[in-house]
């Protein structure tokens, strides 16, 4: 495995050709977010009902362990070193944390953005070695941690821990990550990453479906419509063996399953909006019954965003893109849709449109304004 390149300063359009789900690189002068202090991030979970974990002890000294949160600060190791607290879903709860996820809004599609896991380390400190199926970036926030890095690496899993971790663990390339700094690594890439002083590193995680769970949610809306398709038929039963499936039958099932398969394009990218936008929803009470704060807020030309937990898609192009958001489809003006992909913002104009602005409040899109 070749050393990590540097990407200094930050270009998106240069990240998108040269490394992104291809190779790892390291970015400095891009992003700097201001650390929180341990009990800042223990609180925030503890209020918002963030998941949590405190990890203690080294994978190399198998003195390894995980508790589950909530956590305060008595659940700490008083020895001030070797322990990780790991917060997940900080965008959700902090305004900070998620305008660091907008950075990465300007040039990845939002349906795709995971959240932000803080996690801070104490000397020592670290996850494990392990491999994610996931695009992660890895801010450095404070203090610095080494990563070692392999492309190639013995797949079998340490069965003497709770979480994934690799058995055999042997890195191809090491680095240090300091503030400042932002290490990117594609799926595949297996990483241990050991804290070597105080440190915070913000993650930015990005996951994609694989086909079977495409396949579960298109088969469940198509299976609703009218036109579903034929039922699979029983031309020549076996009157010895009445209930053995035959391979014309596992034929006619397969051609079946094509069949339904077969969408047009708006169809299916409608569909795929749908389902990418809110298969991983994070749980918001729906505010329906609150447009009318809302049309006031606009009103008074305050700012209405939409929350940071709403994922969007846009479908189509031109005058006939749509746009959905957490799986609903809102019947806007594709001028509004394009501009509420590209600002999160809600303009004026969508008084015009109280019907969009309902369906967007029942999506639960609009939270905190
Ligand atoms: C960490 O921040 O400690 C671990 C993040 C990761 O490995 O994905
Ligand atoms: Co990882």
């Known amino acids: ?15 998108l050709g040269e490394f992104w789900q291809r190779r790892p690189c ?15 991030l223990l ?17 190399e000294r198998a003195d390894w362990t995980l508790q589950h949160g909530p956590l305060d600060e008595d659940d700490l190791p008083g020895n001030g070193q070797d322990w990780t607290v790991l917060v997940q879903e900080m965008d959700k709860a902090s305004r900070a944390a998620e305008i660091i996820l907008d950075a990465f809004r300007q040039f990845l599609p939002d349906w795709m953005l995971d959240d932000i896991m803080i996690s801070h380390a104490m000397p020592g400190g670290s996850v494990g070695a392990h491999v994610d199926a996931y695009d992660v970036f890895l801010i450095q926030a404070a203090g610095t941690r080494r990563w070692q890095l392999a492309e190639e690496f013995d797949p079998a899993p340490d069965r003497r821990f709770e979480m994934a971790l690799l058995k055999n663990w042997q890195p191809q390339t090491e680095l240090l990550v300091a503030p400042g700094e932002l290490l990117y690594l594609p799926p595949g890439i297996a990483h241990h990453g050991v804290a070597t002083d105080e440190c915070q590193t913000w993650s930015v995680g990005l996951r994609t479906p694989t086909g079977p769970e495409m396949m579960f949610f298109l088969a469940e809306s198509l299976a609703m419509r009218a036109d579903a398709g ?22 006619q099932a397969r051609d079946l399953m094509k069949a339904a398969l077969e969408l047009d394009d708006n169809d299916l990218q409608s ?28 009103q008074k030309e305050r700012t209405v965003r939409l929350d940071s937990a709403a994922r969007l898609a846009l479908f ?5 893109t ?7 489809e809102i019947d806007c003006p594709a ?16 008084l015009d449109y109280p019907d969009a602005l309902e369906q967007l409040m029942e999506s639960g899109a609009i939270g905190d304004y």
């Open 271 to 298: 569909l795929l909006a749908q389902f990418l936008t809110r298969w991983r929803l994070w749980p918001r009470e729906a505010m329906a019954g609150d447009q009318r704060s809302i049309a006031d807020q606009l």
């Open 335 to 350: 001028t509004l849709a394009q501009e509420l992909a590209r600002t999160r913002i809600l303009s004026t104009v969508w």
């Open 230 to 251: 034929g039922r699979l038929k029983v031309v020549h039963p076996d009157s010895q063996t009445p209930s053995r499936i035959s391979p014309a039958l596992a034929r």
């Open 43 to 59: 609180e925030t979970a503890g209020r918002d009902g963030l998941p949590s974990r405190l990890i203690t002890g080294q994978q």
């Open 26 to 40: 390291l970015i400095g002068d891009w992003l700097t977010p201001e650390p929180f202090s341990l009990g800042e």
């Open 1 to 15: 495995m070749k050393l990590v390149e540097r990407l200094d300063p930050f270009e998106p359009g240069r990240f």
């Open 322 to 328: 749509s746009l959905v958001i957490n799986g609903e």
């Open 316 to 320: 189509g192009s031109g005058d006939n």
